[in-house]
C-alpha cells in the first residue's frame, strides 16, 4: 500500500510553453527508456523476486519511478499549456496534436506509442537486476541527451534530478545483485 503525498516530488515551475522541448522531454514518459516502462519493470518483477530485502528495493524504486512518471507529465503540460494553433503548426507538434490535442499521451521523441515490449521481467534474479541496472544507465543517458539539447533552466533543473536519482538506482540495483543476491549465482530460479 502506498501513501500518496499530493506534491511532486521534486518541484517543477516552467514559465515558458515550448512544444519543440516538450517533443524530446515526452520520451521520458512512453519512450523505450522512461519513466513508465520503469515502475512497470519493477513493480513487476518483485513479485518473483525471492529475497525479501531486493523485493523491497524493487518496490521502493517502482514507486519512486511513478512520481517521476509524474514529474514528466508536469514537465510535458507545462511546455505545452494554452499554446495557439499557429504556435502548434510553427512548432511541428502538430502531428501530436492532431491524435491527443494537448493531453499526455505516453510516447517516444519519435512518435512510437509506449509498448510494454520495452522492458523484460524474467522471474530470474540477476538477469532482472542486470536488466535494471541497464534500464537506469539507459535513462540516465537520455537524461544526459535532454540536456545537451535543453537550456531552458526551469526544464533543466527539475531533469538534473532525474538524472541523479537513476544513477541513485544504479548503485541500489548494483548494491542488491552484489550483497543479497550472490548465493543465487549457483542455484536455478
Known sequence: MWNYEKRLQYPVKITQTNPQIAQVIISQYGGPDGELAASMRYLAQRYTMPYN?????????????????????????????????????????????????????????????????????????????????AAEQKARTTYDNILRLVKDPDVCDPIRFLRAREIVHFQRFGEANRKDCSKSKHKNH
Open 53 to 133: 530485502t531486493v523485493a523491497g528495493v524493487l518496490t521502493d524504486i517502482g514507486t519512486e519511478e511513478l512520481a517521476h512518471f509524474e514529474m514528466i507529465c508536469a514537465i510535458v503540460y507545462q511546455l505545452t499549456r494554452n499554446l495557439t494553433p499557429e504556435e502548434i503548426k510553427e512548432s511541428g507538434f502538430d502531428k501530436y496534436y492532431v491524435d491527443h490535442t494537448l493531453a499526455l499521451w505516453p510516447q517516444a521523441a519519435g512518435g512510437i506509442p509506449f509498448n510494454a515490449c520495452e522492458f523484460q521481467s524474467k522471474g530470474d534474479v540477476i538477469t532482472d537486476l542486470t536488466e535494471d541496472m
